[in-house]
């Protein structure tokens, strides 16, 4: 039976943070054993939707749960280990309940963010998860983003060499610091993903040099202490009380270098991440984006793509949009069935047989649902868990619990057109670089 968070106050929930679809909170209320050491994970909507109910009432509790919960205990639950993942269970809430918790916390939500969206009070389910940032230690909080250069067999030749050279994330980043946004460019995905200790030292002082520049505002890292997302102004606060705080910046990243790379280094998880990524991606999503292409122009559709031969094919950009009639764009979301049926493929014998190079057209729904799971682990964090940094504490021991996987909702078959422009944008930007074009070693490619 879910819990009634109607029956705490909404004062005893402070935020936590946010991402572009769910916003967080973690309960300080009275001893409860239903919520302490939890957080409510709450739907978003539009800053400007009109406010409808956007969920059917249609199980005899009401409001379905979130499909996310059924997702993570039936989908991701086989790819990454439970120890790796948060306890996650519905929640009953309500609007007026919602209404007033929005009124307490929205001033401590980022102006960019109050200005796109806000909770969605419509809802009558949230989630309540192991809070993994609330208890005293430091908590570390890694979007590390694309782990690999893509197959090169579907890439045109206007962005092969691009594409090969550079990695998705990094190509990205450039992108938006044109825009005036802060990004990390000094933080590569492939080196936080190479299992080599130089790099992965490099990565976390590119995480740091955003952090510490863009005042804690950049997306791919996050630090808290006690529940509480710091500043490089508090950065003090990551040490423990009995430390000198009036330590340099410099030095304070030294030891919480010192204290995360053994962890990363060690934990099984960036290895899964990078895995799964890459071999649900086989085809870049211009191969996946030429075969959907030949399917909506195939019939009856021929067993074989032309994909990987000499046959010359539009760009993207070039070919014919496909409208909102697009049978494969439109073709319906999958349901937690379809999931758990492509896992049972994913994860069988059969997928090392497929041979991407030539992909069969028959083959075209496993390669757009394995995109659309490879995208969830593209934009999923991590959260390690350190204690307070003492400069003289020996490596801490890694416990499986103390790296946990977040943000793992399912991606929609809708965004497959967002995917195709923002990729032909992010290389097209890239093109016009003329020098200096960074190089990120794929180590495990
Ligand atoms: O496309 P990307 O790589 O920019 O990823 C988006 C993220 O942007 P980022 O580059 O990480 O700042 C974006 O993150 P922010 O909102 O920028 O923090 C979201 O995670 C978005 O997914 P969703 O809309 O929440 O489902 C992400 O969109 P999807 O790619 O998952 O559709
Ligand atoms: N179990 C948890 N414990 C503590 N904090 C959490 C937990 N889950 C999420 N958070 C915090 O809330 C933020 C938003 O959650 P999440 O990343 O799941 O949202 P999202 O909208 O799906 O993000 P994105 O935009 O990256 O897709 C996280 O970045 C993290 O700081």
């Given at each position: 039976?879910?819990?009634?968070?109607?029956?705490?106050?909404?004062?005893?929930w402070k935020?936590?943070?946010?991402?572009g679809?769910?916003?967080?909170?973690?309960?300080?209320?009275?001893?409860?054993?239903?919520?302490?050491?939890?957080?409510?994970?709450?739907?978003?909507?539009?800053?400007?939707s009109?406010?409808?109910s956007?969920?059917?009432e249609?199980?005899t509790d009401?409001?379905?749960d979130?499909?996310m919960?059924?997702?993570?205990?039936?989908?991701m639950?086989?790819?990454?280990?439970?120890?790796?993942?948060?306890r996650?269970?519905p929640v009953?809430?309500?609007?007026t309940?919602?209404?007033s918790?929005?009124?307490?916390?929205?001033?401590?939500?980022?102006?960019d963010?109050?200005?796109?969206?806000?909770?969605?009070?419509?809802?009558?389910k949230?989630?309540?998860?192991?809070d993994?940032?609330?208890?005293?230690?430091?908590?570390?909080e890694?979007?590390?983003?694309?782990?690999?250069?893509?197959?090169p067999?579907?890439?045109?030749?206007?962005?092969r060499?691009?594409?090969?050279?550079?990695?998705?994330?990094?190509m990205?980043?450039?992108?938006?610091?044109?825009?005036?946004?802060?990004?990390?460019?000094?933080?590569?995905?492939l080196?936080?993903?190479?299992g080599?200790?130089?790099?992965?030292r490099?990565?976390?002082?590119?995480?740091?040099?955003?952090?510490?520049?863009?005042?804690?505002t950049?997306n791919?890292?996050?630090?808290?202490?006690?529940?509480r997302?710091?500043?490089?102004?508090?950065a003090?606060?990551?040490?423990s009380?009995?430390?000198?705080?009036?330590?340099?910046?410099?030095d304070?990243?030294?030891?919480?270098?010192?204290?995360?790379?053994?962890?990363?280094?060690?934990?099984?998880?960036?290895?899964?991440?990078?895995?799964?990524?890459?071999?649900?991606?086989?085809?870049?999503?211009?191969?996946?984006?030429?075969?959907?292409?030949?399917?909506?122009?195939?019939?009856?559709?021929?067993?074989?793509?032309?994909?990987?031969?000499?046959?010359?094919?539009?760009?993207?950009?070039?070919?014919?949009?496909i409208?909102?009639?697009?049978?494969?764009?439109t073709?319906?979301?999958?349901?937690?069935?379809?999931?758990?049926?492509?896992?049972?493929?994913?994860?069988?014998?059969?997928i090392?047989?497929?041979d991407h190079?030539?992909?069969?057209?028959?083959?075209?729904?496993?390669?757009?649902?394995?995109?659309?799971?490879?995208?969830?682990?593209?934009?999923?964090?991590?959260?390690?868990?350190?204690?307070?940094?003492r400069?003289?504490?020996?490596?801490?021991?890694?416990?499986p619990?103390y790296?946990?996987?977040?943000?793992?909702?399912?991606?929609?078959m809708?965004?497959?057109?967002?995917?195709?422009?923002?990729?032909h944008?992010?290389?097209?930007?890239?093109?016009?670089?003329?020098?200096?074009?960074?190089?990120?070693?794929?180590?495990?490619?």
């Amino acid at each position: 039976m879910a819990a009634h968070v109607t029956n705490t106050l909404p004062d005893h929930w402070k935020y936590v943070s946010e991402g572009g679809a769910t916003i967080v909170f973690s309960y300080f209320g009275p001893s409860n054993p239903q919520f302490d050491g939890t957080v409510l994970r709450l739907r978003k909507t539009l800053a400007t939707s009109v406010e409808e109910s956007s969920f059917v009432e249609n199980t005899t509790d009401g409001e379905q749960d979130d499909p996310m919960l059924e997702f993570q205990h039936k989908c991701m639950e086989r790819l990454i280990p439970v120890e790796h993942l948060p306890r996650l269970e519905p929640v009953h809430i309500d609007r007026t309940w919602l209404e007033s918790l929005a009124a307490l916390r929205d001033a401590e939500r980022p102006e960019d963010r109050r200005r796109r969206d806000r909770i969605d009070v419509t809802r009558t389910k949230g989630i309540l998860a192991t809070d993994l940032v609330g208890g005293d230690w430091v908590a570390v909080e890694i979007k590390p983003k694309w782990a690999f250069l893509p197959n090169p067999a579907h890439l045109s030749d206007a962005t092969r060499s691009i594409k090969m050279q550079t990695c998705r994330f990094c190509m990205h980043s450039a992108m938006k610091a044109r825009a005036g946004d802060a990004v990390p460019l000094g933080y590569c995905p492939l080196d936080l993903f190479s299992g080599d200790e130089t790099r992965i030292r490099t990565a976390i002082y590119g995480l740091w040099a955003a952090w510490d520049e863009s005042k804690g505002t950049v997306n791919n890292l996050k630090i808290f202490v006690r529940g509480r997302k710091i500043t490089r102004d508090e950065a003090s606060l990551i040490l423990s009380s009995d430390v000198d705080a009036a330590m340099s910046t410099e030095d304070i990243r030294e030891h919480f270098t010192a204290a995360l790379l053994p962890l990363l280094l060690d934990t099984p998880v960036l290895l899964t991440l990078s895995k799964i990524q890459r071999t649900l991606d086989p085809l870049d999503i211009e191969g996946l984006s030429h075969l959907w292409r030949l399917r909506e122009t195939t019939s009856p559709p021929s067993t074989h793509a032309a994909l990987g031969t000499d046959e010359p094919r539009d760009e993207p950009h070039t070919a014919a949009p496909i409208d909102v009639s697009s049978l494969v764009l439109t073709s319906p979301e999958p349901t937690t069935s379809d999931w758990i049926d492509f896992l049972d493929t994913y994860l069988s014998e059969t997928i090392p047989q497929l041979d991407h190079t030539y992909p069969d057209l028959d083959n075209l729904r496993y390669y757009l649902l394995a995109y659309l799971l490879s995208a969830t682990f593209k934009d999923c964090s991590i959260i390690v868990r350190l204690e307070r940094l003492r400069p003289e504490t020996l490596a801490q021991a890694v416990k499986p619990e103390y790296v946990t996987v977040i943000d793992l909702d399912p991606k929609a078959m809708s965004r497959l057109r967002k995917w195709e422009k923002l990729d032909h944008e992010i290389v097209t930007s890239y093109a016009a670089v003329a020098d200096n074009r960074k190089i990120c070693i794929d180590s495990r490619g």
